[in-house]
C-alpha cells in the first residue's frame, strides 16, 4: 500500500502535468541494494562468501523489481518501463557514484575516522539515523550509582566546610563527610567505558543527605531534581547547601572499577549537553557510545576504549571483570555488571522508554565506536540549509512547518556515517595499509576501477585479485604486499541520494529536479542525502519542491506489518479476495481514487473496507453521469466545440459554462498546489450538484423533445461536449482508465493515440472565455424561484412540478432580468420555463399589473387560477421583490405522452410543440 500511495501520488503529477502541455521527464527506480536484501537473499542459506551472495541478493532483487513493476503498470503508471528505468545494481549507476565519492573525498566532504555510531548486533553493521525505529515500550535496567570524590577544588571545599559550620550550630551530628556524585544511566553495560563525569555550569547543584541511608555521605546532585529524583528511587533527600556547578571544574573522582596504571581518579568535565531536566545533572560519560561524550572526549583528549564487538559481547579486555563474551544488551549482563559495583550501586530498577532499534531485525542497537566512513556534515550544513530555505514543502500542514522540521534535523546532525559492514552493495572504492589501517585512494584509482565494472561486472571488488584492482599511481607509490582491499560498502542512503546525478541529464547543466514526492519519513532520509550530496557537488539543491505524504494505516490508526496481521495487498482491492463477498474487486480506477481523495487530509491514510467501498462509489457515480454525457451526444454533429458564442442565446446554457469555467480553474490550481483530496471532493460535488442534479436535470426535455436541428437543443449538446472536455481532463490524472474508456467511446473522431496523447496536444482551454456574470445573476434569481416552488409543490400531490403552471409577479429590476428567460407574458417552453420545470409559465411586472386587470385579460388562459382551490401564492427568498403563485393544470389541461408536460387540450393527444416536431420528422421521411 505504500508503494501503491507514492506511485499513484506521482503518476497523478505527472499525468497532470502531460495535460497541461508540458514535457515530462520521469525515471522510475529502485533502490536494490542493502541489508534488508541481504537478508533475504542469505536467509536460507549459511558461510557464503560475499560473490555468493551478491549473486543470490541480485537475483532476489531482480525479481522483486518484476513483480513490483508488474503491479506498477497494473495500477495506470506513465512511464517506460521497458526501456527507462534505473536501478542501482547496475553498472552505469555504480560507475557514477563511485566518481561521486571521489570528487567529495577530494572535496574534504568524506572522511575516515573512529566514531561511536549506532550498530546493529543483529546485523553485524552500522546503521544511518534513518534506518532505526522506535520502540517506545523498551524496558532497560536503570541505575543510579554513586562516585567518590577524591579531589575537591578550593571553592567546593568551602561549601562543604560552611555546611559542617552549619550542622555543628544546629546540634545535629557532627561528622567528617565523603563526598559523592550521583549518576543514573539506563546503559549499566557502559559503566567500564566510563572516563568522565559531566556536568553543567550554568546548573545549581546542591550537597544532599539521604534520610534513609545511615552513611555519612554527602551526595551531589542537581538542586532542581533532587526532590522529584528522590521519589524516583525511594529514597528522602535532604539539601544541606546549594552551589553553582561550575565549581565542580578541576574535581576528581575515583573509578568503579580498575583502570589503566595511573589511572586512580577521573575527571568532571563542563559538558553542554547537560540538562536539569532529568536523572541528576551529573551525566556518566563513556565516549566509545555516545556522540556527545565522543564530543566530550575529542575537546578534552580522552581515550576512545571500546570493550564491545560486532556481535554485541564485551571483548578479552572485559575478562578481568568475567565479562568477556556477554552480550551487552542482555538483562543478565546488566545484573552482572551492577553486581560490580558493590555498595555504590545506589539502585536499580526497570526502566520503560523509547528505544531504537534496527529497522529491519527489529533488534535493538547499541551505540559503538569504530573505524567508519563519513559525510562531513558541518561542512554542508550551511550550504544545505540555505538551499533548503528556497525549497517548496508542499504538505497540509504547511510549507514553514515541515521546512523549519527538516532544517532542524540537518542543524542536529553531528555527521553522517556512510560506511556498512556488508557485502551486498557498492564497494568504497578504497585500500588500507596493512600496518596501521590508513585509508589509500585517489581519482585515478576510481577511474580504473570504472574500467573494471565494464569488464568484468559489478561484482568486480570481490573476484578479481588486489593486483587487478590497482592503478598505475598506487602502483607506483605503494608496494603490493602492504595494501589490502577494504570490505565496507556504502550506504543505501548514499547509493538513492546520488540518484539525481544518475538519472537527471541537463546537457552540463546544474541537475535539478522539479519534484521530490515521498513519505513523511524520508525528511530524515533520501530528501536529506540527496540535498547533502547536491550540495557537496553541484553547490544547490537537487529538488525544487517536495511533496510529502502521510503512511497507509489500517482503520484503527496502527501502521501495517505482518506481525500485526493488518497488510492489504493492492491486488486485493483491485482484483478482490479469495472471497469475493467479503473482500470484492473494487478496480484499480477505486484503488487511485482512494489514494488521491486521501492524499492531503491527514498525515496517515486509513485503509478500511468502508473507505475503499466509499470511493469504488464515487468512481461509479462518476462513469454513470460521463455515460449518460456520452449518450447525449450520440450521433451529433455539434459535439466537436464549444466557443464562447455558441449557445445562441440559451442562458442556461452560458450559466453552466461559466460554473464550468469556475471549476476549471479551481481544478488546476488544486492540482498545481498538489491538494488532490480538494480535487476528489470538487469534482464529486460538481458532478453531483451542477451538472448532475441541476443542468442534466433541466435539460432534458430540451434535449429530448426538441428538434434535432433546434438551436436550443444545438446549444445543449455543445454544452454537454464542453462538459465532458472539461471534467474528463478533471478527472483524467486521478481515474485515467475511465477517461480512456471514455474517450474510445466518444462519438467524434478524435484518433487512436489515445486521451493523454490527444488531450496534450490539445491543452488550450476555452474555460477562460466562459465568463456570464450577468447570466449567473438572472439564472440564479430563476433558481431561487424554483426552489420556492419545489417546497410547496409536494401539496399539490405527488410533486410533479410539471403539473403546475406558475404565476410569477416581479418588481420592475427582477422583471427585468426574468424577462430576459421568457419574452412572452405567457410560455410553455420558455427558458424560464425549463428552468423551473413547470408547464405554465405567467411572467408580470408588479408596476403594470393588479389581479383586476388579470382576471379581465382576455388573453390569459389559465385565469382560472384565481378562483381555484389549488391556487397558493408564495414568497421567494430574494433579495428582489418576486412572488409566485403556483397552480394546478389538472382538468384544464392534459398530459402529453411525448413530452409529459401538461401542455396538451385534448386527453391522450400531443401538445402543439410535439405534434409539429413528429410532423416534421415524418415530412423528412
Sequence with gaps: MGHAVNKILKDITIRHKILQGSRVHYIPGWDCHGLPIELKAVSAAENLCPPEIRIKARKFAKDAVSVQKKAFKSWGITADWENGCYFTYNADYIKTQLRLFSTMYEKGYIYRDLKPVYWSPSSRTALAEAELEYDDNYISTSATVKMRLTSIPTALMNVIANTNEAQRIAGTEIGSYEVYALIWTTTPWTLPSNCAICFSPKLEYAFAKSLGRADNCLYIISKDVCEEFGHKIGQQFEILSTFSGELLSGAKYSPLFSQEEGKDSLPFLPGSHVTGEKGTGLVHTAPAHGPDDFVVALSNRLPLNCYVDEDGCFTSEMKHLQLEGLPVLSKETSLKVMSLLGENLIHSAPFTHSYPCDWRTKQPVILRASQQWFVDTGKLKDRALEQLSKVVIVSERGRDVKSSAMAGMLQQRPYWCISRQRAWGVPLPVLYHKHDSSPVTSRELVNHLCSCID?????????????????????????????????????????????????????GSAQVADLYLEGIDQFRGWFQSSLMTSCAIQGISPYKKLYVHGFAVDQEGRKMSKSLGNVVDPEEITCGGQDLQKQPAYGVDALRWWVASHSGTHNNMPVSSELLEASAKSVHKLRLVLRFLLGCLYGSEEADAVHADSCDGQLLDKYLLHLLGNFDSKVCMQYETFQYNRV???????????????????????????????????????????????????????????????????????????????ASRNSSSLSNEWSYPEVVKIVELALQVRYSINQKAASFGDGNTWKLGARIRANEEAFQMLNVLQLNEESCESELAEILQVSHVCLQNKVLKDDADLSKDPTMRAQLYLTSNNYQEIEVSSHLPVSVAIFSLQGSFFRCERCRKYTATEDGELCQRCSAVIDSQCNKL
Design 455 to 507: 569488464k568484468h561486472g559489478p561484482d568486480f571488488w570481490w573476484t578479481l585479485p588486489l593486483s587487478d584492482l590497482i592503478s598505475g599511481d598506487i602502483s607506483s607509490n605503494y608496494s603490493i604486499n602492504d595494501l589490502e582491499k577494504g570490505l565496507d560498502i556504502m550506504d543505501i542512503w548514499f547509493d538513492s541520494g546520488i540518484s539525481w546525478s544518475a538519472v537527471l541529464d541537463m546537457h
Design 680 to 758: 476528489c471532493s470538487t469534482v464529486i460535488n460538481f458532478i453531483t450538484n451542477e451538472v448532475s442534479a441541476l443542468y442534466c436535470h433541466l435539460i432534458k426535455d430540451r434535449l429530448y423533445c426538441f428538434p434535432i436541428e433546434s438551436k436550443e437543443r444545438k446549444s445543449c449538446i455543445r454544452t454537454i461536449s464542453g462538459i465532458l472536455d472539461v471534467v474528463s481532463r478533471a478527472i483524467a490524472p486521478i481515474l485515467p482508465h475511465l477517461i480512456e474508456e471514455v474517450y474510445l467511446h466518444h462519438p467524434v473522431p478524435k484518433g487512436d493515440a489515445g486521451f493523454f496523447r490527444w
